[in-house]
Nanobody
C-alpha cells in the first residue's frame, strides 16, 4: 500500500526549530519529486518547498526562504524539512506530497498523486 507519513510536528516557541520527516512506503521515493505544503487555520493550503527526485534542485516559497531547508535520503525513503527561526505565522498542518514527475515547478509540484495526512506545527509567540 502506497503511503506518505509525516512526523516531527509539535509545539515550539517563536525562534525555535523543528525537523519534519516524510517517509514513503509502497513505492520508490527516488523516482519522485516531493513537495511540502501547509494549511493554516482558516486559510487555503499553500506550497512551502519542493525537492527534485535526486535532491539536486530545491525551491522555497518566499515566506520561508532562508529559514527552511528541504533534503532527502532516498536510501531511507525519507524527505526532511528543517525549519529554523520559526514564527507564529508558520503555525499550520504540514503535509508532504508526491507527484508523477521527478522535478518541481518552482516550490510546488507540477501535479500531485499522493498526499500524506499531515503533522501539526504550532509556534507560540
Amino acid at each position: 500500500q502506497l503511503q506518505l507519513v509525516e512526523s516531527g510536528g509539535g509545539l515550539v516557541q517563536s525562534g525555535g526549530s523543528l525537523r519534519l520527516s516524510c517517509t514513503a512506503s509502497g513505492f520508490t521515493l527516488a523516482n519522485y519529486a516531493i513537495g511540502w505544503y501547509r494549511q493554516a487555520p482558516g486559510k487555503e493550503r499553500e506550497g512551502v518547498s519542493c525537492i527534485s527526485n535526486g535532491g539536486r534542485s530545491t525551491n522555497y516559497a518566499e515566506s520561508v526562504k532562508g529559514r527552511f531547508t528541504v533534503s532527502r535520503d532516498n536510501a531511507k525513503s525519507t524527505v526532511y524539512l528543517q525549519m529554523n527561526s520559526l514564527k507564529p505565522e508558520d503555525t499550520a498542518v504540514y503535509s508532504c506530497a508526491a507527484g508523477p514527475s521527478r522535478y518541481c515547478s518552482t516550490y510546488e509540484l507540477y501535479a500531485i498523486n499522493y498526499w500524506g495526512k499531515g503533522t501539526l506545527v504550532t509556534v507560540s509567540s
